[in-house]
């Protein structure tokens, strides 16, 4: 069965510091991973996509299929990046829906 | 371009009653989806429309019912309303509802069922 989870509901950390938020998939086939971002008060929003190989924001996430992880991380973390973090899977299986995690909050505190 | 709008953005309503949920797409957009949000939990799948067909459903009842109209707004329909079924409803629309094309979500309705 496909499933994101994300083990941690919360994470904070001091301004400046590197930022790793972790995500694990079980899908059979070749996944198409996201994060998606929710500010406060703002809509859920893409953040990145593991096929465009893009950082946004400073953030960036590698598809590591070995471990079937897809981790997002920030060397230096912003206070304005304290947000909702969700990692989705793209289930091929039903439509293109979108499998996602419980999220993880993030707090960035100066 | 106001983005995906859903409407309402509140509603209450009593166990066994109906509720219809609509939401607009961007415009160009040809396919919509819905999640159903419950606190603390990431969105879940339930419906994708594109072209106005059903692309897919989520493990959800059949009391949960949807349809995409010919401007490609849709509605969410749940019948016979149970207390758990209150949650936090979230459009998404796309161009091509796949994932080369991304999905923009809208503010959500929030469904109080008493």
């Known amino acids: 069965a496909q499933r994101v989870t994300q083990p941690e509901k919360l994470l904070s950390v001091f301004k400046g510091a590197p930022v790793e938020l972790k995500c694990n998939y079980s899908?059979?086939?070749?996944?198409?991973l996201f994060w998606y971002v929710q500010y406060s008060r703002q809509r859920l929003q893409l953040l990145l996509r593991?096929?465009s190989r893009e950082s946004i924001k400073g953030f960036t996430a590698d598809l590591n299929k070995g471990e079937t992880s897809f981790h997002l991380k920030k060397p230096f973390a912003q206070e304005e990046d304290s947000a909702m973090y969700y990692c989705?899977?793209?289930?091929?299986?039903?439509?293109?829906?979108?499998?996602f995690g419980k999220g993880t909050s993030l707090l960035v505190t100066p | 371009d106001a983005g995906v709008t859903q409407s309402p953005t509140h509603l209450i309503k009593t166990r066994g009653q109906h509720v219809t949920l609509r939401c607009s797409p961007i415009?160009?957009?040809?396919?919509v989806s819905w999640y159903q949000q419950v606190l603390g939990q990431g969105p879940q799948f339930i419906f994708q429309?594109?072209?106005?067909?059903?692309?897919g459903r989520g493990n959800f009842p059949d009391r949960f019912s949807a349809r995409q109209f010919p401007n490609y707004s849709s509605e969410l329909n749940v019948n016979a309303l149970l207390l758990g079924d209150s949650a936090l409803y979230l459009c998404?629309?796309?161009?091509?509802?796949?994932?080369?094309?991304?999905?923009?979500f809208g503010q959500g309705t929030r469904l109080t069922v008493v």
């Open positions: 998404a629309s796309s161009y091509l509802g796949t994932g080369g094309s991304e999905a923009f």
């Open positions: 899908y059979s086939g070749s996944p198409e």
């Open positions: 593991h096929i």
């Open positions: 989705a899977l793209e289930d091929r299986n039903s439509g293109y829906a979108l499998n």
């Open positions: 415009s160009g957009h040809k396919s």
């Open positions: 429309y594109y072209e106005k067909e059903e692309r």
